[in-house]
């Protein structure tokens, strides 16, 4: 029995090829969002914490007028860079998104050849089957022929 060669296998490897691309860009693209979800948290955390050091210090008798300052506008950079991160998150959605589609258009092509290749296997082992049954019958044939 002859044995069975997908034709279009070399364009199914480079499609594989160009699918684990895909996969590797959107965990490329998930770590820098976890990333920046860390960051976030982080600067939160540091922000909530010069508040509460502000409200504290702004309850004593006696302010010292330059470090509440110093925290408001610390408070404020704190701020300004969560707006960064965040601006960087919808970024990074967009992106994330767009390679998402990117990943089930490359799955689908995969699973295209995948299909066509089972289809053609099959296709050529039931050939190969009906081959080989026409043969037995030849040659059934052929002995009750002789036989007979």
Do not use: P
């Not at 007028?65 to 991160?85: F, K």
Request: glycine share 2%; with cysteine; hydrophobic share 40%.
């Amino acid at each position: 029995m002859a044995q069975f060669v997908f034709r279009l296998q070399a364009l199914q490897k480079l499609r594989e090829h160009h699918r684990d691309q895909c996969r590797e860009a959107l965990a490329r693209i998930l770590a820098e969002d976890a990333a920046l979800v860390t960051q976030r948290t982080e600067l939160e955390a540091t922000r909530g914490q010069t508040l509460e050091e502000l409200q504290q210090r702004l309850t004593v008798t006696r302010v010292d007028v330059a470090y509440a300052t110093a925290l408001r506008q610390h408070i404020g950079w704190l701020s300004s860079q969560l707006r960064d991160v965040d601006r960087q998150r919808a970024e990074v959605a967009e992106r994330l998104e767009a390679c998402r589609q990117r990943l089930i258009v490359a799955d689908q092509n995969v699973k295209v050849l995948e299909k066509l290749e089972k289809k053609q296997r099959a296709e050529s082992e039931q050939a190969a089957e009906n081959k080989s049954s026409r043969e037995r019958e030849e040659i059934w044939q052929a002995g009750h022929w002789r036989a007979g």
